[in-house]
């Protein structure tokens, strides 16, 4: 539902209004004014409207005495609540976001939204966009899986790469609130399927790649497709950017009704080409063709699927009608991205980076780059998390094991799977290929060896988890933070602690 053409009627929201704009029967104690919409007992403050969702292992309104005890007024739900007054309406999740958005004033219609989709790169695409629309003058904001920030730079870290619904709409609003005009926001295939996105405006839509991942949620490379696929909706955005590296980007940009702008580091039938492409240890640089123009640009970020990032980032912002200069001259003042291939510095002579690689196609786009930059010894730590498509993990262990020299193979977040199992599978893999491969269990312990005896002309890699700073084990969360880690292995090694990179 496109959801800038339903006014809000007035200041204070009542539940008979929320029935109205539902089109339902507005229940007995319809007059209630509502503060807020809120999808988690957990998280109501008094006077919320309680949307009360059917779960994979809940339904919301078991929480009913929880929400009211937190002062919950109403309830939206599929089914009538025991206490409060009720809107009933057959599928609560494809409301959330509509209802959120309608109860907000529709905030993405004040924004120019950005909004960034795709299996690797999300994550990149969605700060380098952030960036080139400073660049540009604007005053964005930020949703991303490892920031959520308002123009001013205040962030807080993210639960999830795309909040739910009534979280993402109230963000957007507090964007407005705090005079943004602008925002990009990262938007997973979860977030799809889950209708967290549902209610939004795009100005403009962007797709990065599409890999194998997540097949234990869609199922198939095809229903993971058609998830992606089905947010390029004339309903949805104005303009689609789509990367035509691989074959479902080629596909979306032929099947999608949106203006597509194709976006390519190598065909040059493209609309948008990178040239001239030159990956060092330090730095990342290219020159860009679009159809309004040449620009170069030089990111202080590392390898060459930066290059596709940084251009379908400047491909949106030229598809959105911003200066390719001005544009490019922000996407180049990026600050490095957490945790994507971020250097950790104490005093050591080799390099050491941490990044989130976590599928074989981000693999295969990241590890031949690191080759290239090592001269002596490649060492890669690496795991499979818990949860996750079980039929990745060998194919993780296979392509770090062809590049590297060694491979150490440690515990990510086992969730609730058993960490051995889920080791055994990423060491299959590795040993089928000829690196040593060296099984450690601790994350800690493996981080130290791998460290261990490096000298200047190596590289080693802790892959995985980038910046997230939890570990789950069952039900347990554990403080890990893998560039501080990192940064003490090495200090531990024999590094020099007085040289410290800004993060740890
Ligand atoms: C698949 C999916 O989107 N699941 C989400 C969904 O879970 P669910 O429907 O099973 O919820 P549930 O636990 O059965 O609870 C039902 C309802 O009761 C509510 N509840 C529950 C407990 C309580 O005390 N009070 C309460 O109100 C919950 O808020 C929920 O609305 O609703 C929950 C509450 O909002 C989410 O936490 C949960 O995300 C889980 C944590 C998750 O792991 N999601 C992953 C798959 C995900 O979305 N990942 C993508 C990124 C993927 C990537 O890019 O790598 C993401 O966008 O983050
Ligand atoms: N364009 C790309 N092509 C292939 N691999 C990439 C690309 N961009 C990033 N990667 C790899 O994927 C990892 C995650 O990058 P990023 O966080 O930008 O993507 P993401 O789509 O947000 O990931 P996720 O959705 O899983 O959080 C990087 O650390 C890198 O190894």
């Known amino acids: 539902m496109r959801s800038g053409h339903l006014p809000r009627t ?53 929480f009913e005495r929880d929400a009211i005890e937190r002062g919950a007024v109403a309830v939206v739900s599929d089914r009538v609540a025991d206490h409060l007054p009720t809107v009933v309406v057959p599928h609560p999740r494809t409301v959330a976001g509509p209802l959120a958005s309608w109860f907000h004033g ?18 990149s695409t969605t700060h380098f966009l952030h960036a080139g629309l400073q660049g540009a003058g604007r005053s964005p904001g930020l949703v991303s899986g490892v920031a959520i920030s308002s123009f001013d730079g205040a962030a807080e870290r993210p639960i999830r790469t795309t909040p739910e619904a009534t979280v993402l709409q109230r963000t957007l609003a507090t964007f407005v609130h705090n005079g943004c005009d602008s925002a990009a926001v990262e938007v997973s295939s979860h977030a799809v399927v889950e209708h967290r996105s549902d209610g939004l405006d795009f100005a403009v839509l962007a797709f990065t790649n599409l890999g194998r991942d997540h097949l ?33 980007g080629r596909r979306l940009a032929a099947e999608c009704a949106l203006d597509v702008t194709t976006v390519s580091t190598s065909d040059a039938a493209a609309d948008v080409l990178a040239t001239d492409i030159d990956c060092t240890a330090h730095r990342t ?11 170069e640009l030089t990111l202080p970020v590392l390898g060459p699927h930066q290059v596709s990032n940084a251009l379908v980032a400047l491909a949106a912002l030229v598809a959105g009608g911003h200066d390719l ?30 990044d989130y690689m976590h599928n074989p196609s981000g693999q295969r786009s ?10 002596g010894r490649l060492v890669l730590v690496i795991g499979a998390t818990g949860g996750r498509d079980p039929g990745k993990r060998a194919e ?21 799977d058993v960490p051995d199992v889920l080791r055994g599978d990423v060491l299959a893999g590795a040993r089928t290929t000829p690196a040593q491969v060296i099984e450690i269990p601790d994350r800690r312990a493996a981080i130290d060896r791998a460290v261990r005896g490096l000298g200047a002309d190596d590289t080693v890699v802790v892959a995985g988890r980038g910046s997230d700073r939890w570990q789950h084990v069952g039900s347990r969360r554990v403080y890990f933070d893998d560039a501080a880690e990192l940064y003490d292995a090495i200090v531990h090694d024999g590094g020099a602690p007085e040289v410290r990179s800004g993060r740890p």
């Open 10 to 62: 007035s200041g204070t929201v009542t539940v008979a209004d929320v029935a109205a704009f539902l089109g339902r029967d507005a229940p007995a104690g319809n007059d209630v004014a509502i503060r807020d919409v809120c999808d988690d007992s957990r998280a109501l403050r008094p006077g919320d409207l309680y949307l009360a969702l059917p779960g994979r292992r809940h339904h919301g309104l078991e």
């Open 106 to 123: 529709h905030p993405s219609s004040a924004l120019e939204v950005y909004g960034v989709t795709g299996t690797n790169g999300k994550t």
């Open 216 to 248: 234990d949620y869609h199922g198939s490379m095809e229903n993971y497709y058609a998830a992606k696929a089905s947010l390029f909706d004339p309903e949805r955005a104005r303009a689609a950017v789509v990367g035509v590296d691989d074959e479902w």
């Open 285 to 295: 640089s290219f020159r860009a063709r679009t159809p309004v123009g040449s620009v």
């Open 325 to 354: 200069d001005a544009a490019a001259h922000g996407i180049s003042s990026v600050h490095g991205i957490p945790g994507r291939l971020e250097p950790v510095v104490a005093g050591q002579p080799f390099t050491a980076l941490v």
């Open 366 to 375: 990241t590890i031949p780059y690191l080759r290239s930059i090592t001269r």
């Open 396 to 416: 993780l262990g296979a392509v770090a094991g062809r590049w590297a020299d060694t491979v150490i193979v440690t515990d990510e977040s086992p969730v609730d």
